[in-house]
């Protein structure tokens, strides 16, 4: 397959490594000393889990050539509209754009920029970053959930998850993957929300009653907004999800986190700004969100000197 990636930082570094290793045509693309180095010496992975090795896909700062069969669009949300009006020269009248970015409206982005039919909703599982230029640090994890937003079983993604398969990624096609996409969410918001603003790790933020008891608010808060937009979750969607980050390892943060300790511009209005402006637009209380929205608003920007 021809497969771009936009953004290959540790989501899209990682499956695109493993992808091209797989003898896919990937295509990178990234920018700056990042993309320097990757055409310099391959796309390095350092896995925790998996040990070193070095994948060398084709890297360009300018998409262009022969449309892809598929877009993996891997890029923060803030960057979403930029990012999809620079993939225009690779989109052809059947390139399926799949975003694996956190947050739940970038479909709704995508389709406004590209034109319907493109987006297509996913869910990316996996612990990575870039530890240096040209190096993607892999912790664990690495698996990928997509699907189209209408719900239908079609070729382009019958042909991504065999791409996915060759590359031995646990993959899973979808019927329902805003339902997915939504329970992702719900993790994210209150993981990140809460390890960024205590500047604590998970087993710090479990141990503490109060911080946990927020934790479980907002995830209670979120199913509520999911509810009322349509989205149909699972009963125990605010249990299971607790359980899934009570196995957590205690020492884990979030990528907020690291941005915000970095100096780095937050996914902040993708996340929890999101959450607040849809529940007050369907008359969903949202405060525990708020409160972390409200806590994390003057970083958002990135550095403050």
């Known amino acids: 397959m021809r497969i771009a990636i936009v953004g290959a930082g540790g989501v899209g570094g990682y499956f695109g490594a493993r992808l091209a290793g797989a003898g896919e045509a990937v295509t990178l693309i990234a920018r700056g000393a990042h993309l320097a180095a990757i055409r310099r010496g391959g796309l390095r992975i350092r896995s925790a889990t998996e040990g070193e090795f070095v994948a060398r896909p084709e890297a360009t700062d300018t998409p262009g050539g022969p449309p892809a069969d598929v877009v993996l669009f891997c890029v923060k949300s803030f960057d979403t509209r930029a990012a999809?009006?620079?993939?225009?020269?690779?989109?052809?009248?059947?390139?399926?754009?799949?975003?694996l970015q956190n947050g739940v409206d970038n479909t709704d982005v995508l389709d406004e920029i590209l034109g319907t039919g493109h987006a297509v909703g996913g869910a990316a599982y996996v612990f990575a970053a870039i530890e240096a230029p040209g190096v993607i640090g892999h912790r664990f994890a690495g698996r990928v959930v997509f699907g189209e937003l209408d719900g239908r079983t079609t070729a382009r993604l019958q042909a991504l998850k065999a791409a996915f398969d060759r590359a031995a990624v646990p993959a899973e096609l979808s019927s329902d993957i805003r339902r997915v996409m939504w329970e992702k969410y719900l993790m994210i918001c209150a993981q990140a929300g809460l390890t960024a603003l205590t500047r604590c790790p998970s087993g710090v933020v479990r141990e503490t009653p109060e911080t946990w008891r927020m934790y479980r608010l907002i995830l209670a808060e979120l199913a509520a907004v999911a509810g009322a937009h349509g989205v149909t979750l699972a009963a125990d969607v605010v249990d299971a999800t607790l359980k899934a980050a009570s196995a957590l390892a205690p020492h884990t943060y979030s990528s907020l986190h690291h941005d915000l300790i970095s100096g780095h511009r937050l996914e902040l209005e993708g996340l929890h700004g999101h959450a607040v402006r849809l529940g007050e637009r369907l008359g969903v209380p949202t405060p525990m969100t708020f409160a972390v929205y409200a806590a994390l608003k003057?970083?958002?920007a990135g550095r403050r000197d």
Request: net charge negative.
């Open 84 to 99: 999809a009006d620079a993939i225009r020269p690779v989109v052809g009248p059947d390139t399926a754009v799949v975003t």
């Open 298 to 300: 003057p970083h958002a």
